[in-house]
């Protein structure tokens, strides 16, 4: 048995972690970018608007996206300060204790469909205008002359010839273990860093964090026994791929969605779950003593924390790469046993609608979560808790009670009874196709609509003076 690896999986492997990694570290930076234009927009305020350039007599601000860059300039240019009393071993490990399991839980998440190498394109022999038989290894035909041609894939299965790409970095038969493995290593670089600091605000915040996260975990890894029960697999591609031949995950599992959604956020401690770090009461909680770049790894490690949680959602519960009525030979719309539209599309084109359908879905879910930010007060630490042990672990457990019940009582019934789940499944496929398309249209009009700007007057002072003509600018103001 042959296991070292070849220069084609060398090669796939370094592109994967270049496109994974790339993608993590540019969202992340896209998501700062995100919570400063939404969060202004949201509060009708102004967002970022003074970092930019001058072109003559222009000057560029490019949406605010220069803040993001200056951001990380002052990150790289500020003074590394440290505690005179702080462990210095452990001040320096946390950072990198926060960051590194972040970027290692996207090992395993798969970011698109299998690759078969055979299947990409293929040469054939071709005799007024029919095919007659495939080239040989060099490409040349005894009789007819050589085309190339971009087949499909199989429906089920792989073609094996000249091997198969898996698009995850690191597939593993465990991969939900893995992820609950490193989600929990990122208590240990709050901990330390709150622990070392040699501040009492920091201690306070670590221990914050450490309860709530080991709080939510408890409830996002029951909350995913549900959907392992369905998916009967604990692989995250077989996870995928149910849900492309049945239904996406939130239709099986409704309430899983919204616990896990609701555990992700407090996992990446933002608001409203930020007590950790709440500036109110902890000033900045346990990185009140970071500046410099490790304070950067510390704030960056938060937003690819949403990002993670994000590409996790989307895969179990979301479809992954899969697209309504979009499968690995083509797009096939079929209500039932009734197939109302059956078209081959090339393997390579499949895999890359794939591959950008699992994006697109990862960046809607991240600004979702922005939306949510920006939205809802933070809770008081009583609430925090109480909302995690008394709502969302029982809610968890009651979950895996009914999916079980549920389960047991579809598979009693028999296969007289599978017609119509598998119509009820191509109902809801067609329901996604809908709200993707709608949601597009929408996103495309509100772009090019013109923004009208409303003013409002709050408050009775405020209107009285409004009556009078306003108010008097004082000397100073003026």
């Known amino acids: 048995m042959n296991w070292l690896p070849t ?20 969202v992340a930076g896209f ?12 509060q009708d305020r102004v967002g970022p608007n ?3 350039f001058k072109l003559g007599p222009i000057n560029l601000r490019i949406a605010g996206l220069l803040h993001t860059a200056a951001d990380g300039v002052k990150f790289f240019t500020k003074q590394d300060f440290m505690p005179p009393k702080a462990d210095k071993l452990l001040f320096s490990l946390a950072p990198m204790l926060a960051m590194i399991p972040v970027i290692a839980l996207a090992a395993v998440i798969p970011m698109g469909d299998t690759v078969a190498i055979g299947d990409i394109k293929r040469v054939i022999c071709v005799e007024n205008g029919v095919a007659i038989a495939r ?44 992820v609950f493995a490193l989600a929990g290593q990122g208590i240990v670089g709050a901990a330390i860093a709150g622990v070392s600091s040699d501040n009492k605000f920091s201690l306070m915040g670590a221990l914050r ?3 709530q996260m080991v709080s939510y975990e408890v409830t996002m890894g029951l909350t995913l026994i549900g959907a392992m029960m369905i998916y009967g697999s604990m692989r995250l591609e077989d996870m995928v791929r149910w849900q492309g031949e049945n239904c996406w995950g939130i239709f099986v599992q409704p309430l899983g969605f919204v616990l896990f959604f609701v555990a992700a956020v407090a ?27 490790k304070f950067g790894m510390f704030y960056f490690a938060e937003y690819m924390e949403v990002v993670t949680s994000s590409m996790l959602l989307v895969t179990i519960f979301l479809g992954g790469w899969q697209l309504p009525f979009l499968h690995r030979d083509g797009l096939t719309l079929a209500f039932g046993d009734e197939i109302l539209f059956a078209q081959k599309l090339p393997h390579i084109w499949v895999v890359i609608f794939g591959v950008g359908a699992f994006f697109g879905k990862t960046l809607a879910v ?61 109902i809801t496929q067609a329901i996604v196709a ?14 090019f609509k013109p923004v009208k700007h409303a003013r409002f007057i709050v408050g009775s002072s405020a209107e009285q003076a409004d009556k009078r003509g306003g108010t008097v600018a004082t000397p100073m103001q003026a």
């Open 7 to 26: 220069t084609q999986d060398l090669i796939a492997a370094m592109v994967k972690i270049l496109v994974m990694v790339g993608f993590l570290f540019n």
């Open 31 to 42: 998501l700062t970018w995100v919570d400063r234009r939404l969060s202004s927009m949201i």
């Open 50 to 52: 003074r970092a930019g």
């Open 135 to 178: 080239a040989n290894e060099l490409g040349q035909c005894a009789k007819g002359v050589a085309t190339t041609v971009w087949p499909a894939a199989m429906r089920s299965g792989l073609n094996a010839n000249k091997g198969v790409i898996d698009l995850a970095v690191s597939p593993l038969n465990v991969g939900l273990l893995y």
């Open 209 to 211: 964090a450490a309860s």
């Open 267 to 293: 996992e990446s401690k933002r608001i409203p779950f930020d007590l950790p770090e709440a500036e109110s009461e902890l000033v900045s909680g346990y990185f009140t003593e970071y500046s410099g770049m």
């Open 366 to 426: 991240c600004i979702f979560q922005a939306f949510v930010r920006w939205s809802l007060p933070r809770f008081r630490y009583d609430q925090l808790m109480k909302l995690g042990w008394r709502k969302l672990l029982p809610l968890s457990l009651a979950n895996i009670l009914a999916t079980g019940v549920i389960w047991l009582a579809l598979d009693k019934l028999g296969p007289t009874f599978q017609p119509t789940i598998k119509l009820g499944y191509d």
């Open 434 to 447: 809908v709200l993707i398309n709608v949601g597009l249209l929408w996103l495309v009009i509100g772009f």
